[in-house]
């Protein structure tokens, strides 16, 4: 997998607005990033990040009239995966076990990773009884 620049935290903010969105100018991420109320950042400042990931391949952009409207390059699950692969060698059980291990899995979420298991045997077993 070709090895792409990590976004920092700013950066990986405005790929979870452009992926949560779409394609954004940069006055609707500038928005919806000072929606939190958590920190009154600089329509000036989101403009520089984003020429800066775009400079950095992590989004491209097209113009519509005179407006820049930004597109990330990779989708969530594209980078999650460049993240398992880069941190834990691609193994999945490393991370699940990293979080578990730092309590980072909330009761409700185990019930779910328990019930995905669970269906992800069954159907396994479904495939091996079929191909008896």
């Keep these: 997998m ?11 903010e405005i790929l979870k607005v452009l992926w949560e969105k779409g394609p954004s100018s940069v006055r609707l991420v500038h928005e919806e990033l ?6 009154d950042l600089a329509y000036n400042t989101v403009q520089t990040l984003l020429r800066v990931m775009e400079n950095k391949e992590l989004v491209s ?18 980078s999650a995966s460049r993240f398992l692969d880069r941190v834990f060698d691609g193994a999945a059980s490393q991370l699940v076990m990293s979080l578990l291990k730092a309590e980072k899995i909330p009761p409700e979420e ?12 069954a159907k396994q077993q479904q495939l091996r009884s079929k191909g008896r």
Excluded: C, M, W
Excluded at 2 to 12: A, F, G, I, K
Excluded at 110 to 120: K, P
């Design 2 to 12: 070709e090895d792409l620049p990590s976004p920092t935290v700013r950066e990986l």
């Design 34 to 39: 000072n929606q939190d109320g958590a920190e």
């Design 61 to 78: 952009h097209h113009v519509e009239g005179r407006t820049f409207i930004y597109t990330p390059n990779f989708s969530r699950e594209e």
């Design 110 to 121: 185990l019930n779910q990773l328990h019930q995905l298991i669970e269906q992800a045997k």
